[in-house]
């Protein structure tokens, strides 16, 4: 049948499954956007291009699948760069499509052109510029294909305006099938009876789980893999609910600001099992200190990501679901059991670790930003997607909501993209319309696309924002107290909007807290209210992170008390 390049485009994106796209148009995009309003396909119309991308993530994380984005070019495809940079670090699977001047223009500085292909090739898995309306389908299906296999991640299409508008013949394409890209899913055996022997032989064996164990759908094998082997369980930021966090070999998250108990046991283990992981720099501290006891076993799909940081004994590429399906076959083959006097005594040493220091806070006559949390918590009991910005807020989050399930916290690690998580609540709450939706914010990162208080109301998506209101930009006040001897160099935000003001002009509902005894209420009225709500707590200015791991050192060098 004779279609255009915008309708062939809604073609592949129907084959693909595909309900929902985030954008906002303009002069290059105009056919895609003529064509995707006559389709079945949702438009969320955002405010900003970052906004679209960030709902792209959110919605991509919890929905498990492929988030798509249109924008149009120039400023319009400049403005996701953050978005897809963020994605591309988080390992998360996005479509940005990208409209583009007509082809006979590019390379002439023709208006609102700009080499988005070229900018973009850092921080995509992939990208094309399509110039024949031919390859149009292929490169589509492609784009789909390789976001979602594998290692996950973002793949960026750039339309010239006159191949949406060229008629050509089309007919629905096989799965695509490249020579140059054969993900491996399937484990070595080799190696992962490598990994047993060291399995059987350790003592003082724990489980290190990343973003990898969510994206792979493994965290139901991850429980059985370390009930089996009564081996502690700690998570990168990324990791937060691949194991549940009211298990009681559940040991908090690892590194910067992990806690007391997961740091000691990383640095103490003799055998660390790293799990979908990229072993960064917030949770390493010092490379060269890093677990220095232990045999280190590495499960990812990217053998890219394995020995790129930490030096290891055993590296296993492959899916994280199959591999550790394996190991439990192996382990289940084998009849393995643990000596149980060993694993009494490390089991031992880390329950001291945990009595010896706790996460904790002293509520007095402010508001404690833990606080917040730590009710939020209860109230939700644990069952809300929880989006966060970057900051303060986000460790905070981190440390004191507990999420049993995966896909449940979602947030910018690798990049730490502030204004990241309002959107990609949006986006979260499109996927799920029948769950409760937080972002936990700081009232600096809530500014950085607080625009999209606009997309929230149009299309009724009842998000609730949980501002932590310290006036200052919070984590690097707290570098600059600890570290420049006070000097508050541009982080101090005194002057702000009234979030209860700006919510109520958008249509929504604003409300605040400036007193303990006034947190609960407000939370209950926020959270019972079928509407956007934005809750203003103006917690303690000063108040900081902690445990907290100074830059370049051990991890067993935390600061841990104000």
């Keep these: 049948m004779k279609l255009t390049g915008a309708q ?110 070229g900018i973009t090739r850092p921080c995509t898995k992939h990208n094309y510029l399509v110039r024949s309306i031919d390859d149009l389908a292929r490169t589509v299906k492609e784009a789909f294909y390789i976001a979602r296999s594998g290692r996950p991640g973002p793949v960026l299409v750039d339309i010239p305006k006159d191949i949406s508008q060229t008629t050509t013949d089309y007919k629905p394409l096989p799965r695509p099938s490249l020579n140059s890209y054969n993900p491996r899913y399937k484990p070595n055996m080799k190696q992962l009876k ?32 370390a009930r089996r082997l009564k081996a502690p369980v700690t998570a990168s930021l990324m990791g937060l609910g691949a194991f549940p966090a009211s298990d009681e070999l559940w040991l908090g998250m690892l590194g910067m600001h992990g806690t007391y108990r997961a740091n000691m046991s990383v640095q103490s283990c003799d055998l660390l099992i790293g799990i979908g992981v990229r072993f960064d720099d917030r ?55 643990i000596d149980s006097k060993s694993s009494k005594a490390w089991l031992d040493q880390i329950e001291e670790w945990k009595n010896t220091i706790r996460l904790s806070y002293d509520q007095k006559d402010t508001i404690k930003p833990q606080y917040v949390v730590q009710k939020l918590y209860e109230l939700t009991e644990g069952k809300a997607i929880i989006t ?67 997309t929230a109301m149009q299309y009724k998506l009842p998000v609730k924002i949980v501002i932590l209101n310290n006036r200052y930009l919070g984590m690097v006040r707290q570098w600059q107290e600890l570290f420049y001897d006070r000097r508050y160099a541009s982080t101090d935000i005194e002057q702000a909007p009234d979030f209860v003001k700006l919510a109520e002009s958008y249509g929504g509902v604003g409300m605040r807290a400036t007193r303990p005894e006034e947190v609960e209420p407000v939370l209950k009225e926020g959270l019972g209210t079928p509407n956007l709500v934005v809750m203003d707590f103006l917690v303690e200015r000063e108040e900081d992170v902690y445990p907290m791991v100074p830059a370049g050192a051990p991890i067993t060098d935390m600061l841990l008390v104000n």
């Design 388 to 454: 966060t910005e970057v900051g303060q807020n986000q460790m905070w989050a981190a440390q004191y909501y507990h999420f049993d399930q995966p896909n449940c916290f979602i947030t910018s690690g690798g990049l730490g993209c502030m204004g990241f998580g309002f959107p990609a609540a949006i986006g979260a709450q499109v996927a799920c319309p029948d769950k409760v939706v937080v972002d936990i914010a700081g009232d600096g990162s809530i500014q950085m696309n607080i625009q999209e208080l606009a």
């Design 8 to 117: 062939i485009v809604m073609e592949v994106l129907k084959e693909e499954g595909v309900d929902t796209v985030f954008g906002i148009t303009g002069g290059a995009a105009i056919e895609l956007y003529d064509t995707l309003a006559r389709s079945d396909i949702r438009h969320i119309m955002v405010r900003h291009e970052q906004g679209a991308v960030h709902a792209a993530d959110g919605y991509a994380r919890a929905k498990k699948d492929v988030g798509v984005c249109l924008v149009t070019s120039g400023p319009g495809a400049t403005n996701t760069v953050s978005g897809i940079a963020s994605a591309y670090m988080d390992s998360i699977p996005l479509v940005v499509f990208t409209a583009q001047v007509p082809t006979h223009l590019i390379g002439n500085d023709a208006f609102q052109e700009v080499d988005i292909v």
């Design 194 to 225: 490598w990994a047993l022997t060291l399995i059987k032989e350790a003592k003082k064996p724990a489980i290190f789980a990343g973003g990898g164990v969510i994206l792979s759908g493994a965290s139901r094998e991850l429980a059985t893999f």
């Design 283 to 337: 949770v390493t501290g010092k490379l060269g200190t890093f677990a220095p006891h232990a045999k280190i076993i590495h499960i990812d799909i990217d053998p890219t990501s394995i020995r790129k940081n930490i030096p290891v004994t055993v590296p296993i590429v492959g899916d994280c679901k199959l591999s550790l399906a394996e190991l439990n076959r192996l382990l289940d083959k084998e009849a393995f059991t």
